[in-house]
């Protein structure tokens, strides 16, 4: 039994090091979707889009949560104001991507679901 113990140990005190995270290393997030009864590419394009608007936004970030299925975006999460609701809106409505000189995705319909005051 104490033969196996110094080479187990060895290994452990090697292994150790390795699986510590590296902290010069950066991170990506990257947050796909794809809702049951849609797999359309414009559809992750476009969440992701408005995603990143809505994160970016003061009033918005953190709270707002949003599903696209047929450039149908679904609105949904807690605000404390009404001013942050109409701005996720506004946003959802206004964002509007472009690839490779394609036409512009945009929401065909925002369904607003945000609840306000809670």
Request: charged content about 20%; some cysteine; overall charge neutral.
């Amino acid at each position: 039994m104490s033969r196996y113990l110094l080479p187990v140990m060895m290994l452990l005190a090697v292994a150790q090091p390795a699986c510590k995270k590296n902290p010069q290393l950066g991170t990506v997030a990257l947050d796909v979707y794809i809702h049951p009864e849609s797999s359309s590419s414009d559809d992750v394009i476009l969440q992701t889009a408005i995603r990143n608007k809505l994160e970016a936004d003061t009033l918005t970030a953190g709270h707002v949560q949003l599903r696209v299925a047929g450039l149908l975006v679904v609105l949904t999460g807690d605000v404390s104001k009404q001013e942050a609701s109409d701005r996720a809106e506004q946003i959802a409505r206004n964002t509007k991507v472009t690839i490779d000189n394609d036409k512009p995705l945009v929401a065909e319909t925002v369904k607003n679901l945000i609840k306000v005051g809670n």
